[in-house]
């Protein structure tokens, strides 16, 4: 019985770590999105982001085997979050100069206002959400079965083990939120990278849908493999290096100064 729970407590590690990977992008995201903002309106924009995280990923933890068996859920937040970065990569590439995108910006923080932002940011917390929650309950479904029963459609200690590895993560998400808003006003090239990593999400729930039983594109365990798992935080880790030594970094620092 005791090595049972010396696994349940690694795994729950693991999972904290993890989370704190997928609430770092969750945060990044709640900034880029409410960066048009003023800062009286970014501040409780980025607060309503924390609360709407913390509501969806708890009725996901509810609603883990509609999420798990229905692959259109996962497909929308698939498409959303490849929308939502592909959008902003080309605009940022192929669109107007920086200056005529920051007066864009205004204008559609004046046009558009406070509660579409909103709705951006639950867009995009839901999507995070349920690739969350599935990344929680495929590593607590490895775990052996524990005596507490069964509870949320799960042995009831997976059941917990996912509960606070999500507490975690919200917890995580509250504290880098606030760090990222102060980064990208730093960093003006880190917004680009936080949609390149967004997009970069997007294709590993597109990945989950594909591998779906009842799609059966790519092998059922192939999402969960260690060379998928590898190669996608080898991708991560590379898209965020790159935008954190990103020449207009350098340029608006050397600007600040």
Known sequence: MESLWLEYAWALLILIGLEGLLSADNALVLAVIAKHLPDDQKKKAINYGIIMAFVFRFAALFAISFIANVWQVQAIGAAYLLYLGI???VQAKF??????HQKELKQESSGKGFWPTVGKIALADLAFAIDSILAAVALALGLPDSPLGEFGGMDGGQFIVVVLGGIAGLVLIKYAATWFVKLLGQRPALETTAYAIVAWVGVKLA???????????LDHHFPHSTGWTTVFYIVLVAIALLGWFAPSNKQAKATQS
Do not use: M
Request: proline share 5%.
């Open 207 to 217: 990945v989950i849908t594909l591998a779906h039983e009842d799609i059966g594109v």
């Open 87 to 89: 959008k902003h990569i």
């Open 95 to 100: 669109g107007k100069k920086p200056e005529a």
